[in-house]
């Protein structure tokens, strides 16, 4: 209780981020191994978050017509995603966003698997609302494609095609980590 003995203090860092991750379920992510690349990179990110106190993570998929609640880390469901339909990119990230911003964390990293271009909206409306979000909201967003992007959307991306699996888990686990550095600074 003495006031003038000095104690060392300790450095404590808190984490306030909120991970959404957004997987297109729409039928051409049936072709070739589209789908079950999106799967493994949904339950990488559930798994490397699970536990983590100040972290929430939410998982959705996403037709033209539907988003389905895939869970949080804890209890993620991606495994069950199947293939069809169409995607409108810009209706699911704008749910995740909104999810986002209702969760109150300070950071907020939004991350799309796709495979490339969405059918149900314009890239332009899905760029703009990037932009938005970024601009905006401060969000991080970032897609992962599983093949070839013809048009870029999002300021990070990354292009998992002609990778073997440590490389694409390497290369994605440092633009995840560098999202997340950026959302929290």
Known sequence: GEPRILRSRELRYTTDLFLGVVIDCSGSMSYGDHMEEAK??????????????????RFFGFTDAEIYDAGNSSRCAVHNFEAGGGNNDA???WHAAQIAKDSQRRAIVLI???????????????RSLVTQLTKRHGMC??????????EICFPHYIEILGMDETQRVVKFGRIIAS???????
């Open 40 to 57: 493994r990179f949904g339950m990488l990110l559930a798994e490397a978050t699970k536990g983590l106190r100040g972290v929430d993570a």
């Open 91 to 93: 209706a699911a990230l």
């Open 112 to 126: 799309m698997i796709s495979d490339g271009l969405p059918t149900e909206c314009s890239t332009t409306a899905l």
């Open 141 to 150: 967003c970032a897609q992962v494609a599983v093949q070839h992007l013809d």
């Open 179 to 185: 999202l997340v550095n950026r959302a929290l600074s």
